[in-house]
């Protein structure tokens, strides 16, 4: 396994502008999350998706926010109009059928908003 | 909802000395337990986890963590630290068959020489 791998790792955006983070996971794994972490804070659950289905999204996921996985494989996380708040690291993980119970993780984008 | 508490946000210790980080844990369901550590500007990696069984689980790197029921807790120890251990460690709980983990604030374990 080549890991769950996410692009950018750092991004640094102006307020206002768009971003848009990628998550590749583990080849195989169906299931797929998104994490966000502010500083100092653990992980709070954002969305997941089962193959290309998102199937669950936290009230954290305001109307500015928008996650895919068009083809069940990679997904993507899109932020419009950015703002200071949500400057954060944005974690990526993916899960297997057979064992749901152990999220891998990547290594996170960190967002920075000026 | 489940909640997670680390009363700890920091601990230090000497090199080789045992430690314990505290997790302790709500919810009117039965949970999953995990530990995760996280170093510096990387993503999270599982260290144990009780899903059931033996209420003792020993995890990687020397790591070991005892699920209390009664007492909601699932603490971690090591009985001797290395300078390599210094990170983020967060506790997180999972109600099975869902899919939300739901973490802690996370323990920063500072070991020095």
């Known amino acids: 396994d080549t890991g769950v791998s996410q692009d950018p790792r750092h991004k640094i955006t102006k307020r206002g502008q768009n971003v848009t983070f990628r998550c590749d996971p583990i080849?195989?794994?169906?299931?797929l999350y998104w994490y966000r972490q502010t500083l100092g804070q653990g992980p709070e659950f954002l969305t997941y998706?089962?193959?290309?289905?998102?199937?669950?999204k936290s009230r954290l996921l305001s109307d500015r926010f928008s996650a895919e996985r068009p083809k069940g494989s990679f997904s993507t996380l899109e932020i419009q109009r950015t703002e200071q708040g949500d400057s954060a690291m944005y974690l990526c993980?993916?899960?297997?059928?057979?064992?749901?119970?152990?999220?891998?993780f990547g290594p996170g984008t960190r967002l920075t908003v000026l | 909802a489940q909640s997670v508490t680390q009363l700890d946000s920091q601990v230090p210790v000497f090199e080789e000395a045992p430690v314990e980080l505290r997790c302790n844990y709500s919810s009117s369901v039965s949970v999953y337990l995990f530990w995760y550590v996280q170093y510096p500007n990387q993503g999270l990696q599982l260290l144990l986890k009780y899903l059931s069984g033996s209420t003792l689980v020993k995890g990687i790197n020397g790591f070991e963590a005892e699920f209390n029921k009664s007492q909601t807790s699932f603490h971690l120890r090591k009985p001797s630290v290395h300078i390599s251990d210094t990170a983020e460690y967060f506790c997180?709980?999972?109600?099975?068959?869902?899919?939300?983990?739901?973490f802690g604030t996370g323990t920063r374990l500072l070991v020095s020489p």
């Open positions: 080849s195989e794994h169906n299931r």
């Open positions: 993980a993916s899960s297997s059928p057979a064992r749901t119970d152990e999220q891998f």
């Open positions: 997180a709980v999972i109600t099975p068959g869902f899919q939300k983990l739901v």
């Open positions: 998706f089962q193959n290309e289905a998102q199937l669950e």
